[in-house]
């Protein structure tokens, strides 16, 4: 499936946020790259409600096409469509791996999840963009147990702290979904509300 491989420091640069977290090549250089990053940018209304789209689309690894499918799902679903839009997000299961503290980075957690290292609910899924569901449980392959990230991850367990929304079993690594994430335990850099006066137009 495609996706941005290129480099992430990069993209933060240009809008203005660490989206990898504790980059510090982002830390020495916060302006936008190349050689007119440090000029005045003229920032209007359509310029500031691309960027939120764009931190929101890199920060979660999505491709423009996915991204407004995400957001037509959120307009379907009741409540307030940027916090839909951010709950989709979220509740991917690349990102739902990395929020358990299974892997280091949203990156890592797609690729363990493209390799069909995961079940949920006892199914292998091998799909980063699958959603989890409220009761959901998501399981370490037995066969992938033993293997190098499985093994940091469990060693490393608690360093970063897991969302109200997760409990993880440290013995197995074991993920229960014990409900979707609401706007207050979603501490992604965006402003959604920009997002939604984007695509209203």
Do not use: C
């Not at 998501?138 to 490393?156: N, Q, W």
Request: no cysteine.
């Amino acid at each position: 499936m495609a996706r941005y491989t290129g480099p992430a420091t990069r993209i933060s640069r240009r809008l203005k946020v660490d989206l990898i977290g504790g980059d510090q090549a982002f830390e020495r250089r916060p302006y936008p790259p190349g050689q007119h990053g440090r000029g005045r940018i003229k920032e209007s209304e359509y310029l500031l409600q691309s960027q939120e789209k764009q931190k929101a689309r890199y920060t979660y690894g999505v491709l423009e096409r996915q991204f407004v499918r995400y957001y037509k799902e959120a307009v379907r679903r009741p409540g307030k469509t940027g916090e839909n839009l951010l709950q989709i997000l979220e509740s991917r299961l690349d990102n739902v791996i990395y929020r358990a503290g299974i892997a280091r980075t949203r990156r890592q957690a797609r690729q363990l999840v493209s390799h069909g290292h995961f079940l949920v609910n006892g199914v292998k899924v091998n799909v980063p963009s699958f959603q989890v569901s409220k009761w959901d449980i998501i399981d370490v392959r037995p066969k992938s147990f033993a293997m190098l990230p499985f093994v940091v991850a469990k060693e490393s367990f608690g360093e970063r702290p897991i969302p109200a929304w997760l409990q993880v079993v440290q013995s197995n690594l074991r993920v229960l979904v014990h409900q979707l994430p609401e706007r207050a335990q979603i501490d992604v850099p965006v402003q959604e509300q920009l997002i939604v006066e984007l695509y209203s137009k």
